[in-house]
């Protein structure tokens, strides 16, 4: 073993990378990977929280796993696999499951937000979500886990499940702490800018999928909500600017430039030339993307390859706090 830190994530297979994914998050992983002993999995288990078509799971895991990769996350160097794949996810799930309060719990946001949108289907598994993603942490004695600001409060949860067993039992745990992405990659919606870009957004237009061919690419930009001002200035908080702030930063992050020096450029410009040069460096952005994507996904044996030995590496490292953890509640092993 190297002295690296432990970084683990996840991204629940529900629905198509957007390109907010990829600026703020993924992109962010691929550099992380060389600095840092990266564990990266598909959360299968998480996603049946809420119903879904089975096929539609199957489908959109192998989708995220080529995606992931054509997007630089290299196998060789990050372990990469399915939740589902190692049953130590499950197994230290149901020990947190005892260490955590109903009350803590009925306080999550997501769980409250997600129980008014499926009213019909609360089910224990939407619970106790956020202590199985503790788990899928803690297993990995994972330093840092990088996610968006949404996910915080699961963070502080699994923080506080890991201090409570180590005040217990003694250390067991590494306590975690959250990664956010840096400032300015947060790419919000195409049509309510005020809005986070989100995959699960009811009209498509709002969102830039990586999937997404590149003349709907092209146009779903240039039909991005600005604002009647006709000024193209990056202007922080000024709701009415938010528009032209979302694409100012979609193309500072995409072309690596400084925000001030594309305004700079296009000051005294029309919207249209500008939403025009966007479109294209988006596109050019994710064409290599997809093309690898697409020659990825159609060699469904090299990726289950890789799930296969990432599964076998995340069981092995996950056995450790297992057996430690089984020793430290009284289980005989
Ligand atoms: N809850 C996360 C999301 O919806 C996905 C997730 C599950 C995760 N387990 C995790 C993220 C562990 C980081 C670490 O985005």
């Known amino acids: 073993m190297d002295d690296k830190k432990i ?14 994914n990829y600026l703020g998050a993924i992109k962010n992983w691929v550099k992380l990977q060389d600095e840092y002993n990266c564990i990266y999995a598909m959360m299968d288990m998480h996603t049946i929280t809420v119903r879904q078509t089975p096929a539609d799971i199957r489908r959109r895991t192998f989708e995220v796993l080529a ?12 372990t990469l696999f399915i939740q589902s794949h190692n049953p130590a996810h499950a197994e230290l799930a149901w020990v ?57 409060q699961h963070i502080e949860i699994c923080r506080d499940i890991a201090e ?23 790419i919000m919606s195409l049509q309510e ?62 072309t690596g430039r400084e925000i001030d020096s594309i305004a700079a450029e296009y000051s ?27 020659r990825l996904i159609s060699d469904k044996q090299y990726l289950l390859d890789i799930c296969a030995k990432g599964a076998e590496s995340a069981a092995r490292i996950s056995q450790r706090t297992i057996k430690k953890v089984y020793k430290k509640v009284g289980f005989v092993v």
């Open 193 to 254: 800018p005020t809005k986070k870009m989100s995959k699960s957004d009811e009209n498509p237009k709002a969102y830039i999928s990586l999937m997404d061919d590149m003349n709907i690419i092209a146009k779903k930009i240039k039909s991005a909500v600005t604002d009647s001002e006709g000024v193209i200035e990056y202007r922080e908080g000024d709701e009415t600017k938010a528009g032209v702030n979302n694409l100012l930063s979609i193309m500072s992050a995409v």
């Open 268 to 294: 005294g410009k029309g919207y249209g030339d500008f939403k025009g040069d966007v479109a294209e460096a988006v596109v050019e952005c994710i064409r290599p993307i997809r093309q690898e994507y697409d």
């Open 96 to 152: 947190l499951n005892c260490y955590t309060y109903m009350g803590e719990l009925q306080r999550m946001t997501q769980f409250k937000d997600k129980s008014s949108r499926h009213a019909e289907n609360i089910n224990a598994g939407l619970f106790t979500y956020p202590v199985l993603m503790a788990a899928d942490i803690l297993l990995y004695q994972a330093d840092f886990v990088p996610v968006g600001k949404d996910q915080m």
């Open 7 to 20: 970084i683990f994530s996840g991204v629940q297979p529900s629905g198509n990378l957007t390109l907010g």
């Open 164 to 186: 409570r067993f180590n005040a217990i039992y003694g250390d067991v745990f590494k306590v975690p702490e959250g990664m956010l992405p840096k400032v300015g990659a947060n």
């Open 67 to 78: 995606l992931y990769i054509a997007c630089g996350i290299d196998p060789e160097k990050v």
